[in-house]
């Protein structure tokens, strides 16, 4: 933390990192809340519980062409390429380019079905490290 001390009164404030901290008056405490209260925040997204991996294999099976297990990951760049890429190779597939995309996008899938375990816990990491901030 910096030297600077805000002069504002005890309680929760954002410290320098952009992190809800608790004020004592004369320096920062901890992340959490004192035991019994809880700062006004709202709930992140990723505080809804922990992501299953059977409905991430579920998602990608049946709706992989949407990016639908990208999206459940808390993965929504990855969740929109997914949709360009293979729908916009159906829609160039006359051309011969959107062969390639579509190539392309079943390699990703293939990829995904390996590695979609390791996805999920990343995830799940993810959402623990904002309920514990």
Request: aromatic share 12%.
């Given at each position: 933390?910096?030297?600077?001390?805000?002069?504002?009164?005890?309680?929760?404030?954002?410290?320098?990192?952009?992190?809800?901290?608790?004020?004592?008056?004369?320096?920062?405490?901890?992340?959490?809340?004192?035991?019994?209260?809880?700062?006004?925040?709202?709930?992140?997204?990723?505080?809804?519980?922990?992501?299953?991996?059977?409905?991430?294999?579920?998602?990608?099976?049946?709706?992989?062409?949407?990016?639908?297990?990208?999206?459940?990951?808390?993965?929504?760049?990855?969740?929109?390429?997914?949709?360009?890429?293979w729908w916009g190779g159906w829609a160039t597939a006359f051309v011969g380019v959107g062969v390639l995309l579509i190539i392309g996008v079943l390699i990703w899938?293939?990829?995904?079905?390996?590695?979609?375990?390791?996805?999920?816990?990343?995830?799940?990491?993810?959402?623990?490290?904002?309920?514990?901030?």
């Open positions: 933390m910096s030297d600077i001390r805000p002069q504002a009164a005890p309680g929760w404030h954002y410290d320098s990192a952009g992190l809800l901290r608790w004020w004592d008056g004369t320096q920062w405490g901890p992340y959490a809340p004192p035991t019994g209260t809880t700062p006004a925040v709202a709930t992140a997204p990723e505080a809804q519980g922990p992501k299953e991996l059977a409905v991430a294999y579920l998602m990608l099976i049946f709706l992989g062409s949407f990016g639908a297990h990208q999206f459940y990951l808390n993965q929504p760049l990855n969740g929109a390429m997914v949709i360009v890429l899938f293939v990829v995904d079905l390996c590695l979609l375990p390791s996805y999920v816990r990343a995830a799940n990491a993810r959402a623990l490290a904002v309920n514990a901030a």
